[in-house]
């Protein structure tokens, strides 16, 4: 299974803020196989390594209504399951289980974190730009996390729309 084509080299790009019309409404899916989809696919990347701490990035937060996300959790404290870097088209959630509430943040909600309550194991279908090749992903814990935070916001939701009230959210800590 490759979860990572050759990409063309990736551009950093501006990542939106909320509450920019962008990230809300449903990304269309893509046909993988289109050579825009591969740059796009290098250009999250690209993004999202240009971005200490962040672990995925979706292609809305690109200002492009795609269905398409990259995704890395290598490294991250919290991680117990890690695939290494990745990006999918037309991702659909095939099964969650095992919910409880965790911390989450956002590049495009930089001055808060929230708490959210995600399944810590989802299978995941979707396709991998480039190639097409259809791959199923099992995964637990923080990728877990991390791939149900991206997926909604191809949906059109951010984190702040999956907390439980104002008392979930707290002031991002900024660590030097």
Known sequence: ?????ELP?????????APAAGL??????VDPLEPDVLA??????????GSPGCVGLAATQLGVPWRVFSLDVTGHPRTRTCHGPMVLANPVI???TRWEKGREGCLSVPDLT?????????VVRGEVPGTGESVLVETDAFESRAFQH??????GLLFLDR??????????????
Not at 114 to 122: L, N, P, S
């Open 24 to 29: 809300s409404g449903r990304a269309r899916e």
């Open 9 to 17: 080299q990736g551009a950093v790009r501006p990542v939106l803020r």
């Open 40 to 49: 796009l696919a290098a250009d999250l990347l690209a993004t999202q390594l």
């Open 150 to 155: 991206e997926i909604d916001h191809l949906d």
């Open 163 to 176: 907390v439980a009230g104002a008392h979930a959210l707290h002031a991002r800590q900024v660590y030097r």
């Open 1 to 5: 299974m490759t979860l990572l084509p």
């Open 94 to 96: 095939e099964s969650a």
């Open 114 to 122: 929230g708490d959210v309550k995600r399944a810590t194991r989802v």
